[in-house]
C-alpha cells in the first residue's frame, strides 16, 4: 500500500533561514508526489509536484523537492525562508484510484 | 489558472438544520471531484469522490445519507450534511481533478477550494 510520512510535526526556524521538510513514501509501483501548503483557515495550494523526469523539481514561493528513489524521499527545501511562510505543509502521494493520500503535515513557524 | 472556489466560506447552523456547501472549478472542467474533512491540527481526511453524472463513491465509515454529495455538471459539486448536529463541526475542502500531459504520461492534480468551516450549535 502507497503511503506517506512527514518526520516532524513542527519545525521553527528563524527568519532568512534555510529549512528542509521531510517527507518519505512507500510504494511498489511508480510515485507522483506533491507537496501543498495551507495557510491558517484556507485550503491548500499546490507547492510542486513530481511526476517523472528531474528529480529536482521546483515550485512557487522559491521552494524546491527532491525525489530520491533510493530513499523513498521527497523533502522540501527552501534556501531562505521569510515570516509569511509560516503554514502547515502536507505531502501526498496519488493511488492508482487517483485519490491522494495526505501525510501527517509538518508546522512550519518562522520566528524573526 | 485551476482555481476552485468554494461557497460558503463559512457557515452557522442550529442542530438538526441542513447545510449545502458548493464547489465550483472556476476555469476548467472536472469530471472528479473530491470532500475532504478536516479536523484541527490533522490531516485531511477523505470522504468521498464525486464523479459527474454519476453516484458519489464513499469513504468507508462515511454516512452517505447524512453527507449527501450531488455532482450535476463539469464545474459543480455540492456536498449537503444533512441534520447536521455538533460533532459535524469542522472544516469541509472540496479538490478538482486536472489531467497534465507530462514526458508522454498523463496524470492528474488536485486543485482544492479555500475550504468551509462548518460550526453546528
Redesign the interface.
Known amino acids: 500500500a502507497q503511503s506517506v510520512t512527514q518526520l516532524d510535526s513542527q519545525v521553527p526556524v528563524f527568519e532568512e533561514a534555510p529549512v528542509e521538510l521531510r517527507c518519505n513514501y512507500s510504494s511498489s509501483v511508480s510515485v507522483?508526489l506533491?507537496w501543498?501548503v495551507q495557510y491558517p483557515?484556507?485550503?491548500?495550494?499546490?507547492l510542486l509536484?513530481y511526476?517523472?523526469?528531474s528529480t529536482l523539481v521546483k515550485g512557487i514561493n522559491g521552494f524546491e523537492a527532491e525525489f530520491n528513489k533510493s530513499q523513498t524521499s521527497f523533502h522540501l527545501r527552501k534556501p531562505s525562508v521569510h515570516i509569511s511562510d509560516t503554514a502547515e505543509y502536507?505531502c501526498a502521494v496519488?493511488l492508482p484510484s487517483?485519490?491522494?493520500v495526505?501525510?501527517?503535515?509538518t508546522r512550519l513557524t518562522i520566528n524573526p | 489558472g485551476a482555481v476552485?472556489s468554494?461557497h460558503p466560506s463559512r457557515v452557522i447552523c442550529k442542530s438538526g438544520t441542513s447545510v449545502k456547501i458548493e464547489c465550483r472549478s472556476l476555469d476548467f472542467q472536472a469530471t472528479?471531484m473530491?470532500w475532504y474533512r478536516q479536523f484541527p491540527k490533522?490531516?485531511?481526511m477523505?470522504m468521498a469522490?464525486s464523479n459527474e453524472g454519476s453516484k458519489a463513491t464513499y469513504e468507508q465509515g462515511v454516512e452517505k445519507d447524512k453527507f449527501l454529495i450531488n455532482h450535476a455538471s463539469l464545474t459543480l459539486s455540492t456536498l449537503t450534511v444533512t441534520s447536521a448536529h455538533p460533532e459535524d463541526s469542522s472544516?469541509y475542502?472540496c479538490?478538482a481533478?486536472a489531467w497534465?500531459l507530462?514526458?508522454g504520461?498523463s496524470?492528474?492534480?488536485?486543485?482544492?477550494?479555500?475550504?468551509t468551516?462548518l460550526t453546528v450549535l
Open positions: 507522483y506533491f501543498y483557515n484556507q485550503g491548500l495550494q499546490l509536484k511526476l517523472s523526469g502536507f496519488i487517483q485519490k491522494l495526505f501525510g501527517q503535515g | 476552485v468554494q472528479t473530491f490533522q490531516s485531511l477523505l469522490t472544516f475542502i479538490s481533478r497534465w507530462a514526458g504520461l496524470t492528474d492534480t488536485q486543485y482544492f477550494g479555500p475550504g468551516r
